[in-house]
């Protein structure tokens, strides 16, 4: 079981960063990768980012690739988001989640994943 809890949200100007984390509960979140999702009003559910149990693999979508960073600490069991130069399609709500099944393997499709946070809301104001 793995729980998983975001934070870093809010409200920023285009152009603008915010450093999104993903608290992780379990013990099998070290062998886990990791991913980043995001949902924005009336639209469906994209991939973001994701990242290999040890961080030596990560994966961006083409939309936040040179803006975006994934990071992970498994010490702290957590996973981090950095996003930079922010743009108001970055608006969604984020989510992060668990892929047991990863490891080393990244997946961009969410059915892929197996436990998922509840999501913090990002809001960029042009």
């Known amino acids: 079981q793995v729980q998983l809890v975001e934070s870093g949200g809010g409200l920023v100007q285009a152009g603008g960063s915010l450093r999104l984390s993903c608290a992780a509960s379990?013990?099998?979140?070290?062998?886990?990768?990791m991913g980043w999702f995001r949902q924005a009003p009336g639209k469906e559910r994209e991939f973001v980012a994701a990242?290999?149990?040890?961080?030596?693999?990560?994966y961006y979508a083409d939309s936040v690739k040179g803006r975006f960073t994934i990071s992970r600490d498994n010490a702290k069991n957590t996973v981090y988001l950095q996003m930079n130069s922010l743009k108001p399609e970055d608006t969604a709500v984020y989510y992060c989640?668990?892929?047991?099944?990863?490891?080393?393997?990244?997946?961009?499709?969410?059915?892929?994943?197996?436990?998922w946070g509840q999501g913090t809301q990002v809001t960029v104001s042009s």
């Open positions: 989640a668990a892929d047991l099944g990863g490891g080393v393997f990244l997946r961009v499709t969410g059915s892929a994943y197996d436990y």
């Open positions: 990242i290999s149990w040890s961080a030596s693999n990560a």
């Open positions: 379990g013990r099998t979140f070290g062998m886990s990768a």
